[in-house]
Structure formats: structure tokens, C-alpha cells
């Protein structure tokens, strides 16, 4: 099948000009369809609403916020004293209100300079715990994966002509301290992985020329990639490092203490560091793990010593072996999952799922010797998803996000430093308006059984007076993969475009995710990949075996690994849907490895160069397993042409071979836009607009 090979020229002429006309007989069918119009205005709405909350983070008194409307479609960066912001009156969470100062403005650099920039974050020098006004301002053209990096001054409101300037890559920096950068990205021959990811650190300092930089730590290029890391050391001054990951689950943390030898960090290969405290550094394990006398399982927070780590590599009298002191700081369950930890000065915030509902709790040192670390739990609205958004060593606040189905995010402050009943418990900022009318709505959380005996649960958002005689439009959308859980989330345009017109909205918690963990991440790898499968068809026969819906009336959707599930379901299942919105996909599961980032993904899905995996991957393919005489459902499939992380041409492809087998089928390649498919709230709302209209032009009588 490698005559779709011209599809893979990403901005080839040939595949551009087919991807057009593509995109034009798309929209001109949906555009008209009686909901569009609506479902537009209705997305664009919620989507660049005013009263938002404006997410952000604290530094020194300051609260800091990137900030995008139908005004300032790019966005603007800015910021408002903290005490403002936490304050329940804050004045215009908009672009326009009195109390924001404004830092940088995207429009105005793109048509400045004449580029289509779009803001990719902005990391802050700190001298002695505090922001010295310099920052790295990350710039993507269109949104991709690969950035430029340039040092900006906010006290003059501009770029520094003579600071840290790094061309366009997919790269990470990060301040060592104020004249000295950690720098991963392209220096040439031999400095770029396969996956396309840099595998050497260097270190830059201030006035030299980039490839200048004194190597620090190098990889394999066919490692995923190596990256720079900065950390707290025990005794309060910054340690630098690099992350090196040999595939996307395996790797090692290297640490470069100053006046010793380079040191690894000793933890197994499947491990995560997120963060320290108090001389201690706090990692989560993702596969059982014996050292000394010392058993831990997989899923376990954990705490180093790193006074033992890093003083014997520095000062050989320094005190201890070498051999770090680790204790176990949390074990979930087995229906438990870590979902988060936040480091705060003077406290540590756990953040973790319990059959997919959120829990808080704070972790407190042990009071005796031996006796384990104290949970003690965060009172929480509901029954719903608790996020940390924000959380910093050198600040006592901890910023949470709480939604559900049901009700629309609201913004909690913990703080660390408040005396009695105000410290740990917290306290409400603002919350979202309710951007649907939820009256009459329930949600269900059920459980389907699998192919080999498996409880998969699953949220139902439904009407509490529907009838279950299979005639409700329903959709169902999944993920499975790369451990990323799928938790309640309110979603105003899933409100508005389908809850409001009478549809049920179900979320699979299929394996492959982080539900619960690891083990329920691992059930799902490369040959055992059918079983992520299994489970979401489980999910759809179950909805169908109780009246919830029928194939007739049941569509699904998901993105990116859950567009490769979507694409699955397309040639395993066609008769089970009527409906399949397969966004940003993997669907040419041979070739995969062989474009943009895929090789970091052979850890997951296995590679098609081994003969075995292969062999399994061709049962699976959806672009392999397309078949002209079948009777497919229609799909549409949506992706976008900047997406430098999955390559467009797997929707592309699979789209060429329906439309050389005279099958119907919708396309929509929005031609900027990075892996979201979307830069910009407005272009957001236009896919979302078209999705909702083709689902309810398929799925509703």
C-alpha cells in the first residue's frame, strides 16, 4: 500500500491541494446542515466567554495568566497582584479588566513580525526563590511541537536582543540561575533521537554563543530523548540535571552536582521524580522494585534521601555510602491511582483516584520513627475530578480545579501557611457559570464486563426520565492508552451541542488509561493491545443490552491514541455504530515509527520491525485492515496539517482509501493548528461546530 506515500509530503502540493478539496466538500455539507449554525455560536459562546476562569500561577505576589477571546484570538500573557486574584472580587476575569497588567501580547508580535505565533508558556528566572522579571517565552509557529525559545524582560516589556535566543526545535530549556540556561534541543549531527526529541544537555551561560554550550549529558539517538531537569537540593540551591528516556516508560534522572562527578539517581527504570521537599525527593514507581531490604510495588509514592545521594558524590567524608535512605510515602490500592502531588512551602498535597473519583489529602512527616507518613483528607464538592494547577516550593498556595459532569470548574486555594482552621482547608476563588441547562440530567457510573471477565467501568451522562428503549442519540468517547485517566469533566460545549438536545454522553474507562494504575496501563501494551479493545466494545454492547441506545442511534469519538482506538472500532465493529469522529489519529500502525514522533510510541504499541509485533499490529491497522467490500459507517475524520507529534497523513491515508472504494466519508484538516488540531478558541469552536453537526446529522431520526 505504499501508494499513498505522496499523502506524507506534509505540505506536499499534491497532498495539500487533495486535503482542500477534501476540506471543502466537508464543510460546504455540514456548514449546511440546520444545526451548524447554532452549534457554532453556541461553542464559539462558551469558548471565549469573558466570566472564565483565568487559570494561572503564583510568583512572588503576582498571579500569572495566559488569556485568549474573540478579541485576542493568539492571546495575551499577563498578570495581577495574587491578593487580587485570589480575592473574590476580582474585576474582569476578560482580556479588558481594570486590575491585569499586560505582559505580551501575541496578535500584536504575530503581525508584527509577520509570523503566525502561537504562545507555547513562559518559565521564570528565580534568584534566591524569587522571579528576576527575565523569562524564556516559548513561541510555536501554528502550533507545533517544536518552538523557539527567546529571553524576555517584563519591566520593559521586551525581547532581549543579547540574551538566550534558541532557534526553532523541538527543545527544553531551563534556568540554572540567572546567566546560566540547561539546554536540550538540535546541535547537529548526532544530538537528535529517532523520535525526533534532542538527547543532549548542555549548558549555556550568558554571553556565549549557543553552540558553545559545554555538554553535560548525551544519550542514544535511539533513546526518545534526554532533557534538561532542575531541582531543589537539600540544602535550598538549585541542581541541575537531565532526564533521560530510554523509551516513553523507561529511563534514568542524572544529577551534576557541582565540584563532583555526574550521578544517577537510583530508582528502576519505570519511575517518575516529581519533586522535592524538605531534603527529600518524592518519585512515583510504575513497576515493583526490591532494593536492600526494601520491597515496593508498583503505583507507590516514594521518598529519597538526597542528602545521601549527592553529598558522598561531592565530599567523600561528606557522611553516608552512597546508598540513598527511601521510604514509602503512599500505596493506593488496587482500585487507587496517583494522579498528582503538589510541593508547596512547608507542605505536600496528594492528589489520587478512587474508582475514578477524585480525592485530596495532605501528606504529613511521620511523628515517630517507623510509624509512616499521615494522610489527612481535603474535603471536596463532589463526587467529581480534583486537579492541581498550580503548586510551587517557594509559595504557600496550591491552586485546585474542581469539576464534574455536571457542574462547571471551580477554582480552590490551599493555603500552607494559614494558621488553624484556614491552614489545609480550602477555599473557593470563583467558579465557571453554568454554561448548559443541567436540570433534569444524572450521572451514572456503571460497570461493563469484559472478554476475559474484567470490570470496565464507565460514566453515563444521561437524562434522568430516559427511556431505555434504544432510541437516545449517544456518544461515547474513550482514550485507552499512554496511562492518562479519562475523569469527570465538565464540558460546555458537549452541554450545549449534545446534552441539550437530548443526547446521552458516556466516558469509557477502558485499559490502557490510569484508572487504576499502572497494572491497568500495562493490561493494554503492544500484543495485549486488544484488550483495550475489547473493553470499549464491552462498554458500547453493554449501553446497547440495557436500552441506553442502539448501533443505530451510538456514535464514539476520540483523539489521537483514541483516534487509533476510534479507527479500531471502525473496521472491527462497523456494525455497532452509526457515528465514528476519529480525531488527530495513528491508523497506518506499519509505518507509524517511521513518521514525526512515532518512534517514541513503540514502548506501547510495539514496533513493526519486530517480527512478532509486527505480526499483531497487522490485525490491527486500521489503514491494513480497511476492507472496500465491507459496509462501513461514515466517518469523519478530523486532523490538522502543523501537527509535528502525529503525522496528518494517518487520517489522510485511510481517507484516500475510502474515497478509492466510492465509500462515503467526511474529511476536516485544519491547516494550522498543532496536535489539538486548533491554535485558537474560535478555531476550536469551528471543529467542535462541525463534529456536533455531523454526529447529530448521523445519530439523530
Not at 140 to 151: C, K, P
Not at 253 to 263: K, N, S
Not at 431 to 458: C, H, K, M, N, W
Not at 476 to 490: H, V, W
Amino acid at each position: 500500500m505504499e501508494e499513498h506515500l505522496w499523502l506524507e509530503e506534509v505540505e506536499g502540493e499534491q497532498a495539500l491541494a487533495w486535503v482542500r478539496e477534501q476540506n471543502d466538500r466537508t464543510l460546504e455539507a455540514l456548514e449546511a446542515h440546520s444545526a451548524h449554525a447554532g452549534f457554532l455560536a453556541a461553542a464559539t459562546d462558551a469558548l471565549t466567554a469573558a466570566d472564565r476562569i483565568p487559570y494561572g500561577s503564583i510568583r512572588d505576589g503576582w498571579a500569572y495568566n495566559f488569556w485568549q477571546d474573540d478579541e485576542h484570538v493568539k492571546g495575551i500573557w499577563r498578570r495581577v497582584p495574587a491578593e487580587r486574584y485570589l480575592a473574590d472580587d476580582l474585576t474582569g476575569a476578560g482580556a479588558d479588566g481594570p486590575d491585569w497588567e499586560l505582559l505580551l501580547d501575541i496578535d500584536a508580535l504575530a503581525e508584527t513580525e509577520g509570523e503566525n505565533w502561537v504562545f507555547a508558556g513562559a518559565n521564570a528566572c528565580r534568584v534566591d526563590g524569587k522571579p528576576n522579571g527575565r523569562y524564556l517565552v516559548s513561541l510555536s509557529i501554528g502550533g507545533r511541537d517544536a518552538t523557539t525559545v527567546r529571553e524576555y524582560d517584563i519591566s520593559t516589556g521586551e525581547f532581549i536582543d543579547d540574551g538566550f535566543v534558541s532557534p526553532e526545535a523541538k527543545q527544553a530549556i531551563t534556568w540554572l540561575d540567572a546567566d546560566t540556561v540547561l539546554v536540550a534541543t538540535d546541535w547537529g549531527d548526532g544530538t537528535v533521537t529517532e523520535s525526533g526529541y534532542p538527547c543532549s544537555v548542555r549548558r549555556w551561560r550568558r554571553g556565549e554563543p549557543l553552540a558553545a554550550a559545554a555538554e553535560l549529558f548525551r544519550g542514544e539517538t535511539t533513546d526518545v530523548g534526554v532533557w534538561p531537569l532542575v531541582i531543589r537540593s537539600f540544602d535550598g540551591t538549585e541542581l541541575g540535571g537531565a532526564v533521560r528516556r530510554t523509551t516513553f516508560f523507561t529511563g534514568s534522572y542524572a544529577l551534576f552536582p557541582d565540584g563532583g562527578e555526574l550521578l544517577t539517581v537510583p530508582l528502576p527504570e519505570k519511575a517518575d521524580l516529581v519533586g522535592t521537599f524538605e531534603g527529600r525527593l518524592f518519585a512515583t514507581l510504575q513497576e515493583d522494585w526490591t532494593t536492600g531490604d526494601d520491597d515496593f510495588i508498583s503505583g507507590d509514592l516514594i521518598a529519597l534521601d538526597l542528602r545521601s545521594i549527592v553529598r558522598p558524590a561531592v565530599d567523600k567524608d561528606g557522611g553516608g555510602d552512597g546508598d540513598a535512605t527511601i521510604e514509602l510515602v503512599f500505596r493506593p490500592t488496587d482500585r487507587q491511582a496517583i494522579t498528582g502531588v503538589a510541593i508547596a512551602e512547608g507542605r505536600v498535597l496528594l492528589a489520587y483516584a478512587d474508582t475514578v473519583v477524585s480525592q485530596l489529602a495532605w501528606l504529613d512527616r511521620p511523628t515517630d520513627v517507623g510509624s509512616g507518613w499521615e494522610l489527612h483528607p481535603v474535603e471536596l464538592p463532589g463526587r467529581g475530578d480534583a486537579s492541581i494547577v498550580f503548586s510551587d516550593d517557594e509559595e504557600s498556595t496550591i491552586l485546585i480545579t474542581y469539576q464534574d459532569f455536571l457542574n462547571p470548574d471551580s477554582l480552590l486555594w490551599l493555603d500552607t501557611g494559614g494558621d488553624g482552621d484556614k491552614r489545609g482547608a480550602p477555599r473557593p476563588v470563583r467558579s465557571t457559570p453554568a454554561r448548559f441547562d443541567a436540570a433534569g440530567l444524572t450521572v451514572d457510573q456503571r460497570f461493563a464486563t469484559s472478554s476475559d471477565g474484567t470490570e470496565i467501568p464507565y460514566f453515563l451522562v444521561r437524562r434522568s426520565d430516559l427511556t431505555a428503549d434504544g432510541s437516545t442519540p449517544t456518544l461515547l468517547y474513550g482514550y485507552g492508552g499512554f496511562e492518562i485517566p479519562l475523569t469527570p469533566a465538565y464540558s460546555p460545549t458537549v452541554g450545549r451541542l449534545w446534552l441539550e438536545q437530548g443526547g446521552a454522553y458516556v466516558v469509557a474507562n477502558i485499559r490502557g488509561g490510569g484508572e487504576f494504575g499502572p497494572s491497568w496501563h500495562q493490561a493494554g501494551l503492544k500484543q495485549r493491545r486488544q484488550t483495550v479493545y475489547d473493553d470499549f466494545i464491552a462498554v458500547a454492547e453493554h449501553l446497547v443490552a440495557d436500552g441506553t441506545t442502539s448501533p443505530r442511534h451510538l456514535g464514539i469519538m476520540g483523539g489521537s491514541n483514541g483516534g487509533l482506538l476510534m479507527g479500531v472500532m471502525l473496521t472491527q465493529r462497523p456494525d455497532l455504530w452509526r457515528g465514528i469522529v476519529i480525531q488527530v489519529p495513528l491508523l497506518d500502525m506499519l509505518r507509524f515509527h517511521l513518521l514525526l514522533a512515532g518512534a517514541s510510541w513503540v514502548d506501547e504499541y510495539g514496533s513493526p520491525d519486530d517480527p512478532d509485533e509486527r505480526a499483531f499490529l497487522e490485525t490491527i491497522s486500521p489503514y491494513h485492515r480497511f476492507d472496500p467490500a465491507a459496509d462501513y459507517p461514515t466517518p469523519f475524520f478530523v486532523t490538522s496539517t502543523k501537527d509535528d507529534r502525529v503525522h496528518p497523513a494517518h487520517a489522510r491515508k485511510l481517507a484516500k482509501r475510502f474515497e478509492e472504494a466510492d465509500k462515503p466519508f467526511w474529511y476536516f484538516e485544519n491547516i494550522d493548528g498543532g496536535h489539538g488540531a486548533a491554535t485558537t478558541q474560535l478555531e476550536r469552536a469551528k471543529r467542535i461546530a462541525l463534529e456536533f453537526t455531523y454526529l447529530t446529522e448521523r445519530l439523530t431520526d
